[in-house]
């Protein structure tokens, strides 16, 4: 039985301490008012910053000003129009540099949330194809599953607070006032209001968690039996919850992803989220094992295991650029306004975070997982462990910032917090759920085929 040392339960309380405290301080210092804005851009206007349009309009508005003092109202409408106009882009910055913790929050709340749903959608695969390879690492995954049902639940939670006790931080067609001016909208309102949102998003967390509830629960109880029934059941539910997650996934990712902007829309998109989703999962799969066994646990976990692992981590990598350069791909050849709209505000303004995904989440992965030789090292899987996990948490970061915080996104206190507040919460939940059953399935009927297993 593994225990949960009051070390590393100590460490998890510290991440999730600083964490707050960073996620506190971002929301104070993120209400700026008309003032601060107009000056902000005007510094950035008078040292030439990376911001060129904003740069432009507080120029415009120190002109525009200028006309209104030395004409008063010669220059009548046209003055009164500039000055109109960059009022209202001072309150679209504002409320820009507003959305980032909240952004910053939502990134880190789904980034931790999707791993463990990433795991028990791959523990349920394994379950139901009957692999004879994995079962020593089964109650590694259920450890890190425990994490979906309080994880899914907080994205949730964040979601839907952004659009009622928050000023519409995350998705805009929960604003009553855009959707009045928006058709297209408008269009999409029988699927996006909130009330539909949040049952939906219950309907998922409610599958899901039963799953893992369930299967969880017959395979602490396959442990002592003397027959294969409890097999059986999680074999049945396995088959099932796949179908059902499959539908669910896609649902959730158009839910809680896509619909941060409205009027771009992928046919891909699911699948896109679900290799991201998965190869992270696998990710950590591998990095709690390899943590377990450096500290005298997993004893029956030998390098042929890792190299499986290692093997799905390089697999799924190769998937998810295929994902990404096929979406990529045919938006950009077709060359419709509303599709590739998404990626131009990417290249101009997420440029190195954009492209810099795509080196950590394939070009990386690929050099370094290769050779199978390496796949056996603990120290390289770790160390190709890390860099995927970074690649994928940008590529959420690149889904959502864009059209929540437009160009006035940078990694900083909001962003670190927030990872470390839900890096404290995951330690805790899946070593505090590791601690609670013997970290070999005992009666599993593949188990001394996964034991014996050799590559």
């Given at each position: 039985m593994y225990t949960f040392s009051n070390k590393l339960k100590t460490f998890s309380f510290i991440l999730m301490i600083l964490g707050a405290l960073g996620v506190g301080y971002g929301f104070m210092t993120s209400h700026k008012s008309f003032e601060e804005v107009e000056h902000l851009l005007a510094e950035e206007s008078h040292h030439g910053g990376g911001h060129g349009e904003e740069a432009d309009h507080a120029e415009a508005s120190h002109g525009a000003h200028a006309a209104v003092d030395s004409h008063g109202e010669s220059h009548g409408d046209s003055a009164h129009a500039e000055v109109d106009e960059h009022a209202k882009h001072i309150e679209h910055v504002q409320h820009q540099i507003a959305n980032r913790p909240w952004s910053?929050?939502?990134?880190?709340?789904?980034?931790?949330?999707?791993?463990?749903?990433?795991?028990?959608?791959?523990?349920?695969?394994?379950?139901?194809?009957?692999?004879?390879?994995?079962?020593?690492?089964?109650?590694?995954?259920?450890?890190?599953?425990?994490?979906?049902?309080?994880?899914?639940?907080?994205?949730?939670?964040?979601?839907?607070?952004?659009?009622?006790?928050?000023?519409?931080?995350?998705?805009?067609?929960?604003?009553?006032?855009?959707?009045?001016?928006?058709?297209?909208?408008?269009?999409?309102?029988?699927?996006?209001?909130?009330?539909?949102?949040?049952?939906?998003?219950?309907?998922?967390?409610?599958?899901?968690?039963?799953?893992?509830?369930?299967?969880?629960?017959?395979?602490?109880?396959?442990?002592?039996?003397?027959?294969?029934?409890?097999?059986?059941?999680?074999?049945?539910?396995?088959?099932?919850?796949?179908?059902?997650?499959?539908?669910?996934?896609?649902?959730?990712?158009?839910?809680?992803?896509?619909?941060?902007?409205?009027?771009?829309?992928?046919?891909?998109?699911?699948?896109?989220?679900?290799?991201?989703?998965?190869?992270s999962g696998i990710t950590v799969i591998a990095l709690i094992t390899l943590y377990l066994k450096s500290k005298g646990q997993l004893e029956f976990v030998n390098e042929n295991h890792l190299h499986d692992v290692a093997k799905f981590m390089f697999a799924f990598s190769i998937f998810w650029t295929y994902l990404w350069f096929s979406q990529f791909m045919l938006i950009w050849y077709s060359n419709i306004p509303e599709e590739v709209t998404y990626f131009v505000t990417r290249f101009q303004d997420y440029k190195l975070p954009f492209l810099g995904m795509v080196v950590m989440n394939f070009v990386f992965p690929i050099l370094m997982l290769m050779n199978a030789d390496y796949k056996r090292i603990p120290w390289f899987v770790v160390m190709a462990g890390l860099v995927i996990l970074f690649g994928h948490y940008i590529d959420i970061f690149n889904m959502i910032m864009p059209a929540t915080v437009g160009d006035r996104w940078f990694i900083g206190i909001p962003e670190i917090s927030s990872v470390l507040l839900f890096a404290g919460l995951f330690i805790f939940v899946v070593f505090t759920a590791l601690s609670k059953a013997p970290l070999l399935v005992k009666g599993y009927p593949f188990r001394k085929e996964s034991e014996e297993f050799h590559y």
């Open positions: 910053a929050l939502y990134v880190a709340a789904f980034f931790f949330m999707m791993i463990a749903l990433g795991v028990l959608a791959f523990y349920a695969i394994q379950i139901a194809s009957q692999a004879g390879w994995s079962p020593v690492l089964f109650r590694v995954m259920e450890g890190i599953t425990a994490y979906l049902l309080p994880g899914a639940l907080i994205v949730l939670a964040i979601a839907v607070a952004s659009g009622t006790i928050g000023h519409y931080n995350l998705f805009v067609w929960m604003d009553p006032d855009v959707v009045a001016h928006d058709k297209l909208i408008q269009g999409k309102a029988g699927w996006l209001n909130i009330g539909g949102f949040a049952i939906r998003g219950l309907i998922f967390i409610a599958g899901w968690s039963l799953y893992r509830h369930f299967s969880r629960k017959f395979s602490i109880a396959q442990d002592t039996a003397e027959d294969k029934s409890n097999f059986k059941k999680s074999f049945r539910i396995s088959a099932a919850f796949l179908v059902f997650f499959i539908y669910t996934e896609s649902m959730m990712s158009w839910d809680w992803i896509m619909s941060v902007d409205p009027h771009w829309f992928s046919t891909l998109f699911g699948w896109y989220v679900f290799a991201s989703m998965f190869v």
